[in-house]
C-alpha cells in the first residue's frame, strides 16, 4: 500500500488517539505486541495502530501475535501474514493445543483459552524483547464485562485502559476503549477489512454473548441503560458506595474499641 495512502481515514482516529493520549499509553520507544485473532476489532486495532505509527510524536514499533489453538487443521496462518505484509507490520504464531489442555484441566473451555492465550502473548512478547501488549477490547467489551462482575460477583470491576502486569513485567493496553462494536464493524467495511472467521467450537455460544443480548434488550426497554452501565465504569467525584467489607480481625477490633469506650466502672 502506498505511503501516501491512508491506511484509516483521519475523523476515525481521534477517538485512538484521545485513549493513546488520556492514559499516557505511549513512551519514546515502546515495542508493543498487537494480540491479533484475525477478528474485526484485531484487524482494525492493527491497521489504526500502523496508521498513527507514521504520525507519532513518540516514536514506537508493533508487531503481531496469533495463537493457534489447535482448534482446527486449517489455521489461516498465511491469511494473517497477507494481512500484516500489507500494513509492513511483522507476524509471529504459536501453536498451543487448548483442545487438548481443557480435556486435562476441565472447567471452563473459554476460561482455559483464555488463560493460554494470555501466557502465549506474554511469553512471546518478552522472548522478542517487546514491553507492552496491545489487546482489542472495545467499548462494548467494557460493559459487559462490568455488567457480568457485577451479577456474577457483586463487584463494580472491568478491565482497565492500562494495566501493569508485575510478574512479567509488560503492560496491557487497550486503545479501543472508545469505540462501539457497531463503529469497529462499520469502520472495517469501509476501509475493505475481511475479518476470519473464529475457529472456536464455542463461539457466539458463551456468558458474555448472553449478556450482550440481554443489555442489548434492556436497552430496547430503557433506552438509556448502556450509557448509564458506561458512565458506572467511571470513578465519581461523590462515591456514595458502602465502604469496603470488614474481614473477622478487624470487626472484632472495631467491636473491642466501641466497648471500650463506655462509662469506667
Not at 477490547?137 to 462490568?146: G, M
Not at 430496547?220 to 470488614?246: C, F, I, N
Request: proline residues 8%; hydrophobic residues 40%.
Amino acid at each position: 500500500m502506498s505511503k501516501n495512502i491512508p491506511f484509516v481515514p483521519a475523523e476515525p482516529l481521534g477517538k485512538l488517539w484521545r485513549c493513546l493520549i488520556e492514559f499516557d499509553m505511549l513512551q519514546p520507544n515502546d515495542k508493543i505486541m498487537i494480540g491479533l485473532s484475525g477478528g474485526k476489532d484485531s484487524m482494525l486495532l492493527t491497521v489504526m495502530l500502523a496508521e498513527i505509527k507514521k504520525f507519532s510524536p513518540i516514536p514506537f514499533e508493533i508487531a503481531c501475535f496469533t495463537m493457534n489453538g489447535m482448534f482446527s487443521s486449517d489455521f489461516p496462518k498465511e491469511k494473517l501474514e497477507a494481512f500484516c505484509n500489507k500494513y509492513n507490520v511483522p507476524f509471529y504464531t504459536e501453536e498451543v493445543d487448548i483442545p487438548k489442555a481443557h480435556a486435562q484441566k476441565g472447567g471452563s473451555p473459554c476460561f482455559t483459552c483464555a488463560y493460554f492465550r494470555r501466557a502465549a502473548t506474554n511469553r512471546k512478547a518478552k522472548e522478542l524483547g517487546f514491553n507492552k501488549i496491545a489487546l482489542a477490547h472495545h467499548n462494548d467489551d467494557a460493559v459487559e464485562t462490568f455488567f457480568m462482575n457485577l451479577m456474577t460477583t457483586g463487584q463494580l470491576k472491568t478491565f482497565l485502559p492500562v494495566t501493569y502486569l508485575s510478574r512479567m513485567d509488560l503492560t496491557v493496553l487497550r486503545p479501543l476503549l472508545y469505540y462501539r462494536e457497531e463503529e469497529i464493524r462499520e469502520l472495517g467495511k469501509q476501509i475493505g477489512l475481511e475479518p476470519i472467521k473464529n475457529p472456536c467450537p464455542y463461539d457466539g455460544h458463551t456468558m458474555r454473548q448472553d449478556v450482550k443480548e440481554h443489555i442489548a434488550s434492556l436497552n430496547e426497554k430503557y433506552p438509556e441503560v448502556y450509557e448509564h452501565l458506561a458512565a458506572a465504569m467511571r470513578l465519581p467525584e461523590e462515591p456514595e458506595l458502602w465502604p469496603s467489607k470488614l474481614n473477622q480481625k478487624e470487626m472484632v477490633a472495631k467491636f473491642r474499641t466501641f466497648w471500650q469506650k463506655g462509662p469506667k466502672k
